[in-house]
């Protein structure tokens, strides 16, 4: 029973990561779309909802998130004002800032997208889409998984720059520490590859999160209760799948 439980479970996450890849080397060969203004609406859209609207719960997380990691990396530092900038970059930068970003993400945009497309698909509207001459590709995947990428790219620069600012203000306030002596250590010490190990880990993340969720809501069966289990599905896969991806990053990059 056991043996076949786990058999099933392989199957599926084979299944998902063909379609995975098939989705995302079709929309990937079909990115020229955005150059159509119809679509390129769609990715403003789908930037706006993803980043922009996503901002205030970011703001407030990587606020808290900084000032929680900044105290106890002072508690345990003391006055040692270079290695807390070290930690705070290895831990913002390196680690907290992507993660986060996708989780807030994920918890927003990748329901809403699964969901919007699986009712999309139930009600028909993509067979409309195609009689109209539309591929459905062009119009609902390419500016989603564009959108959602970029939007998950900024949103972790954002992040991290909350978090780093607002935790280094804190312990200036409480301590009555320098706010800027810390904060242009972490400046002096942040490198060109902290940075891009960073942006590839907002870029796969935005890929995986707009893959798996416009994968789930396209392939939905002809039932209304298929829509809320394409949104916990997407959900689901997409936080197992960051997660993995940034133990395997950060493996590769920084061991």
């Known amino acids: 029973m056991l043996a076949e439980k786990i058999g099933r479970v392989v199957l599926e996450a084979l299944r998902?990561?063909?379609?995975?890849?098939?989705?995302?080397?079709?929309?990937?060969?079909?990115?020229?779309?955005?150059?159509?203004?119809?679509?390129?609406?769609?990715?403003?859209?789908?930037?706006?909802?993803t980043g922009i609207e996503a901002l205030g719960a970011i703001s407030v997380i990587a606020t808290l998130a900084g000032i929680a990691i900044t105290t106890q990396i002072v508690s345990l530092a003391g006055a040692d004002k270079a290695?807390?900038?070290?930690?705070?970059?290895?831990?913002?930068?390196?680690?907290?800032?992507?993660?986060?970003?996708?989780?807030?993400?994920?918890?927003?945009?990748?329901?809403?997208?699964?969901?919007?497309?699986?009712?999309?698909?139930?009600?028909?509207?993509?067979?409309?889409?195609?009689?109209?001459?539309?591929?459905?590709?062009?119009?609902l995947v390419v500016p989603r998984v564009a959108g959602i990428t970029v939007a998950i790219m900024a949103v972790t620069v954002y992040f991290q720059f909350i978090a780093i600012i607002t935790g280094f203000a804190f312990t200036a306030?409480?301590?009555?520490?320098?706010?800027?002596?810390?904060?242009?250590?972490?400046?002096?010490?942040?490198?060109?590859?902290e940075v891009s190990i960073s942006l590839l880990k907002g870029l796969v993340f935005g890929l995986v999160i707009s893959g798996i969720s416009c994968l789930y809501g396209l392939r939905v069966q002809h039932s209304i209760?298929?829509?809320?289990?394409?949104?916990?599905?997407?959900v689901m896969r997409n936080l197992i799948a960051v997660f993995f991806l940034d133990g395997v990053i950060s493996y590769v990059a920084f061991f």
């Open 83 to 139: 290695l807390t900038s070290r930690i705070m970059l290895w831990t913002i930068v390196r680690e907290l800032g992507p993660l986060f970003a996708a989780i807030v993400v994920t918890a927003r945009s990748s329901s809403a997208t699964a969901s919007e497309l699986a009712g999309m698909s139930i009600r028909g509207e993509l067979d409309s889409l195609r009689r109209l001459g539309i591929a459905p590709l062009d119009y």
């Open 173 to 193: 306030l409480v301590y009555q520490s320098s706010f800027f002596t810390p904060l242009a250590d972490v400046v002096s010490i942040l490198s060109l590859h």
């Open 16 to 49: 998902d990561g063909v379609g995975f890849f098939a989705l995302l080397r079709q929309a990937a060969g079909r990115w020229r779309a955005l150059a159509r203004w119809p679509v390129r609406q769609v990715f403003y859209k789908q930037i706006y909802f």
């Open 225 to 234: 209760t298929a829509v809320p289990r394409a949104a916990t599905g997407a």
